[in-house]
Structure formats: C-alpha cells, structure tokens
C-alpha cells in the first residue's frame, strides 16, 4: 500500500469494511442465510433445513446445471476463438480501421442483452439459419454476448507483447504460422485462460437474452433460480443460486490454476 501511517492504513482498512460487507458480502450471505431456511420472519432465518438443495441437486436443478455448463462451455470456447483470430486480424490494421473492428466487437455489450436476444431470434427463425427451438440459439446467443470481453482482453494483451520475440524467430527463418502457433499463442497463454474464465463466468449467470430464447428442454440454471423466486419459492431459489455460484467458482479457480501454471511457463 502507499499509505505509510498506521492510523491511514486502519482508516482505509474500515473504509473498504464498510463498503465490501454492505455491498458485496452481505448480499451474498442473505442468499446463503435463505437457501438453508424455510421461514424468514427476524433478522437471521429461522427453521434451518438441508432440503431445499436436495431440491436444487436433483432432477430439473441437476439437468438445468448441466446446461448451463455445457452451454457455457461451449460458448466461452467458441468466444475465445472468434475474439483471438479477430483481436489478431485487428492487431495489423491501422488504427482507424481498429477501431471500427473495436466498435463492432463492442456493440453486443453497448446495447441491453435483451435486445440481443431479440435479434438473434429474428435471425434465426427462418431457413437457411432455422435455429430457434434448439439449444443452438442459446449458445449463439451467449456466445455473441461474452465475445467482446474475450476480444478486449486478448486485444490488451497483444499491445503488451514484446515484438522482439516474433522478430528473432522471423529471423530464424520460422514461417508466419510457426511464430503464431510456437511464440505469439504460447506468450497469449495467460491471457486467453484468463479471458476463458471471464467468458464463462459471464455466460453462466446469462439471463435476459436466454429467457427470450431457451427452449423447454434447454433450460440453464439462471432460468430455473428466476422462475422458482418467481412462483413465491424463495428458499430454494437461493439455494439453486448458491449451486450456480460454487459450480462457476470451481471453473474459475480451476482456471486460475491452469493460468498460474501458464504464466510460470
């Protein structure tokens, strides 16, 4: 820290108290107090029970977390790709033009989700691209939505990179497709998992355009939390949210792991 006295370190200290717990914390600790009550009539809850995530492992909890981690899976996979060979191709423009690819690649997030979904659906209701009640849509459209971030963060990541590597390769007489797949990637590495796991966290807790467009059996997590505080169950909502929480949580230190292990490279 730059703060040197003692006294401004402690101040600063229970100034972020005083702003993480009411803010951040404490949300999240209602949503935990909830998911093990049956009955919320003081401060803290009351009747304590283990049955509402019997509930929200089970049967259309269990399915609908399998979708939301195949869909968010697949999605931030497809993401990463697309944002890479984009951010790439952008890296050897000039800047005028960059930055119309930038704005291009931004827009999805400029404009609310909702209205995405609403534009991916009149897209593809119609031959040839007949997508809409199939799972495919939903990928789509979680993957038009967390594209920019892997974009942007793989953009930052290539102005950072020292140019002198790819040079000296170049002058070894490796090809262009050698000192991409041998130097460039390698030293993205750190970068692309790291864009990974914002993708995926991001397609996870997806809700806006995926109400518009999930079919019956599609149905991903978000979804079912939405529509069980929205039919008056509150308590195993929270706990269904609480399984969506520790499953991303889990991806993302898996994730941070493996980025660890590629920056020490």
């Known amino acids: ?20 717990l009411p803010l951040f914390a404490l949300p ?8 093990f009550a049956t009955h919320w009539s003081s401060v803290l809850p009351s009747g ?7 509930a929200a492992t089970r049967g259309e909890a269990l399915q609908a977390l399998t979708t939301s981690l195949v869909t968010a899976l697949v999605a931030s996979l ?29 827009l999805p997030v400029a404009v609310p989700s909702v209205v995405v979904g609403l534009a991916i659906l009149v897209a593809f209701s119609q031959p040839p691209f007949l997508l809409n009640g199939t799972r495919w849509i939903v990928i789509v459209a979680h993957t038009v939505l967390v594209t920019a971030f892997a974009y942007q963060s793989v953009s930052a990541a290539i102005t950072r990179l020292d140019p002198a ?23 993205l590495l750190p970068s692309l998992t790291a864009a990974a796991g914002l993708c995926f966290a991001l397609s996870m807790g997806e809700l806006s355009a995926t109400m518009m467009l999930y079919p019956p059996d ?41 980025r660890t292990k590629a920056a020490y490279r």
């Not at 304590?48 to 019997?54: D, G, K, W």
């Not at 890479?84 to 931004?106: E, G, I, N, P, S």
């Not at 040079?167 to 990637?185: E, H, N, T, W, Y």
């Open 1 to 20: 820290m730059l703060v040197h006295s003692r006294k401004a370190r402690w101040a600063l200290w229970a100034l972020f108290l005083v702003l993480f």
């Open 28 to 35: 999240l600790l209602v949503v935990l107090g909830a998911s």
């Open 48 to 54: 304590l029970t283990a049955a509402n995530y019997q």
């Open 78 to 106: 497809l993401a990463l790709a697309a944002g890479t060979w984009a951010a790439l191709a952008a890296a050897a423009l000039k800047k005028r033009h960059r930055k119309v690819v930038d704005a291009l690649f931004v």
């Open 165 to 187: 590597y790819e040079q000296a390769a170049a002058s070894l007489g490796a090809s262009p497709a050698r000192v991409l797949l041998r130097v460039r990637l390698p030293l």
């Open 218 to 258: 599609w149905t991903p997590l978000p979804v079912l939390v939405y529509a069980a505080t929205d039919r008056g169950a509150l308590f195993t909502g929270s706990a269904v949210a609480v399984v969506l929480m520790t499953a991303t949580l889990l991806v993302l230190l898996a994730v941070s792991r493996i």
